[in-house]
């Protein structure tokens, strides 16, 4: 006879062997493994699943963190916006990287309330067409708590009904406490427990924000992910980085530069510039990159003053920035950004430049007493 005795567990009793209470219901869900290991042979025979990959080259892709970070003000927000628009549709691009599937992706976001979401989507052509493809949080009471445990599991209850393949996170700094290493590693800790317990894990975007720039900032291509703000945590812990920048100072430009700085998964693929229109990411075509990335420095500036005088008609006509800037590229032969660089208040002819803030007009200093003309 064995003397060893076997203590069966009753409903509820703590179980030192798995070290945690037994069900108390006849059947238990099984415990998802914490760790794998494959060898050589299996890797070699190993075939992604085809929705693997949402997004250009595994730019975005089922439970991996993309980054995409930016300025505030200078349109990530808008950007998810398209970005679920076209995973409603499966088809195009999204800034300049081709959509592979059809995917539902749901929007947890800390930033703007229903009066701004009325807006934004009332801009955006057949929204109605996606009703079960996105979902859009309005701004928690609490913030984006995932220390807390019972927003994580009301947002996982949510995550579970809705069974989105992208869940997209703006923006980062409602998540942690602060901007220090410890926070932001509990921060990706947290997220990651929220989707690793799906059945299936979906992708993961993450909306951060540059650090204040410094005069000396020159980053570009890779360097621009060691402009994101606070601890390197989330560019470490994420598979993609993509910086989205202002092509301009000016206030009138609604293009932005798109530039992945990152990618451990695939190409990083070439920058692209990209215009805010209609509520969705439009690309350019035409772009001055020398001026956008500092010049030389050297050559003579192309929009000189004889060009303004022919403009304005020696100070006889006014007209909006927008609309001079337009004339200014064909009269002077420049791009869209040299333009606009001539009309700036503070800029190279701001001693002969006269601004209209009430009527929103610029014009030239007049060489006589003649009438202004308006033109819009």
């Not at 549709?89 to 300049?96: P, V």
């Not at 204040?212 to 703000?229: C, E, Q, W």
């Not at 009138?252 to 990411?281: S, Y």
């Not at 190279?348 to 006589?368: K, M, N």
């Amino acid at each position: 006879m064995n003397d060893e005795v076997k203590i069966l567990s009753r409903p509820g009793m703590f179980d030192p062997i798995d070290g945690c209470k037994t069900s108390t219901t006849p059947e238990t869900k099984p415990k998802k493994k914490l760790i794998r290991f494959y060898s050589p042979g299996e890797l070699l025979a190993y075939q992604p699943p085809p929705d693997q990959n949402l997004i250009g080259d595994y730019h975005l892709q089922r439970g991996m963190i993309t980054v995409l970070a930016g300025p505030p003000g200078c349109g990530k927000s808008r950007a998810i916006l398209n970005l679920g628009l076209v995973g409603a549709s499966g088809t195009g691009k999204w800034l300049g990287l081709d959509v592979h599937t059809k995917f539902r992706s749901l929007i947890i976001q800390n930033e703007n309330g229903l009066t701004r979401l009325h807006r934004d989507f009332a801009e955006i052509q057949g929204v109605q067409d996606v009703n079960d493809w996105l979902r859009i949080s309005a701004p928690p009471a609490a913030g984006l708590a995932f220390h807390n445990p019972d927003f994580r599991i009301e947002l996982r209850e949510a995550i579970e009904e809705f069974a989105p393949d992208l869940v997209m996170i703006d923006p980062w700094n409602a998540c942690v406490r602060d901007a220090m290493e410890k926070d932001f590693q509990e921060g990706v800790t947290r997220v990651r427990e929220v989707l690793a317990e799906l059945p299936k894990e979906p992708a993961c975007l993450i909306l951060h924000h540059l650090r204040k720039p410094k005069s000396d900032d020159r980053h570009k291509g890779r360097g621009l992910a060691n402009l994101l703000n606070g601890s390197y945590v989330l560019v470490s812990a994420s598979r993609c980085v993509i910086v989205m920048q202002p092509a301009s100072d000016d206030v009138e430009d609604d293009r932005v530069v798109v530039t992945c700085a990152k990618n451990n998964d695939g190409q990083l693929g070439p920058r692209g510039v990209f215009e805010r229109a209609n509520g969705v990411f439009q690309p350019v075509n035409s772009f001055d990159w020398e001026a956008f990335d500092g010049g030389t420095g050297h050559r003579e500036p192309k929009v000189k003053e004889e060009h303004l005088q022919l403009l304005f008609e020696g100070g006889r006509r006014k007209m909006t920035r927008k609309f001079a800037a337009e004339k200014l590229q064909q009269l002077a032969d420049v791009k869209r950004s040299a333009a606009y660089e001539a009309l700036k208040e503070n800029g190279r002819f701001a001693d002969i430049l006269i601004f209209d803030a009430e009527q929103g007009l610029v014009s030239i200093r007049p060489d006589d007493a003649g009438e202004n003309e308006v033109e819009i």
